[in-house]
T-cell receptor, first 113, second 116 residues
């Protein structure tokens, strides 16, 4: 059963704590992405990775970090430096990298209080 | 970075009617994509249309692209209650203008409600 999984679905954290969101895919895709979605808004790109051991900042990378040690996994850490971390986080992958269609996970809703 | 803008922001129709959503963008694109998002879920890719294409169909979906007007439309024919969702257009630039240029840039979406 191929696809992208994100865990957990809901995550609650206290302000000042770092938190890591999981994203795993078994689609054998090279490229992976992290987006943030705020209520009533479109998606904004946080980080993306075209290949293992390489990743690039997107439009809103400040306060976030990523790693890409395995093709299947692209975890996102929301650090305490992120000023407004409460949001819906979406992970995606694509088979052909730049500009091709993307396949999305179900998302993680992070609430920081 | 460039962003597509969908119009209208919200649309409410009766089941069986057609739904039309529009997307406008600012600079030249390589391709434009439409995605659907059910409430609280991930996005699902619907159609990709390249800059040298004018129209594409997929089942009940029809997408047009007018590069001279920098606009695209998504038509859903014979709508069903299950079509209720938010619909997003996303653009990919065709020229480099800094990091992330060739990545998708999403609009804010059109929220479609189909009333049974």
């Amino acid at each position: 059963d191929g696809g992208i999984t994100q865990s957990p679905k809901y995550l609650f954290r206290k302000e000042g704590q770092n938190v890591t969101l999981s994203c795993e895919q078994n689609l054998n895709h090279d490229a992976m992405y992290w987006y943030r979605q705020d209520p009533g808004q479109g998606l904004r790109l946080i980080y993306y990775s075209q290949i293992v051991n390489d990743f690039q900042k997107g439009d809103i990378a400040e306060g976030y970090s990523v790693s890409r040690e395995k093709k299947e996994s692209f975890p996102l850490t929301v650090t305490s430096a992120q000023k407004n971390p409460t949001a819906f986080y979406l992970c995606a992958s694509s088979p052909f990298g730049t500009g091709s269609e993307q396949y999305f996970g179900p998302g993680t809703r992070l609430t920081v209080t | 970075s460039q962003q597509g803008e969908e119009d209208p922001q919200a649309l409410s129709i009766q089941e069986g009617e057609n739904a039309t959503m529009n997307c406008s963008y600012k600079t030249s694109i390589n391709n434009l994509q439409w995605y659907r998002q059910n409430s609280g879920r991930g996005l699902v890719h619907l159609i990709l249309i390249r800059s040298n294409e004018r129209e594409k169909h997929s089942g009940r979906l029809r997408v047009t692209l007018d590069t001279s007007k920098k606009s695209s439309s998504l038509l859903i024919t014979a709508s069903r209650a299950a079509d209720t969702a938010s619909y997003f257009c996303a653009t990919v630039l065709d020229t480099y203008s800094g990091a992330g240029s060739y990545q998708l840039t999403f609009g804010k979406g059109t929220k479609l409600s189909v009333i049974p």
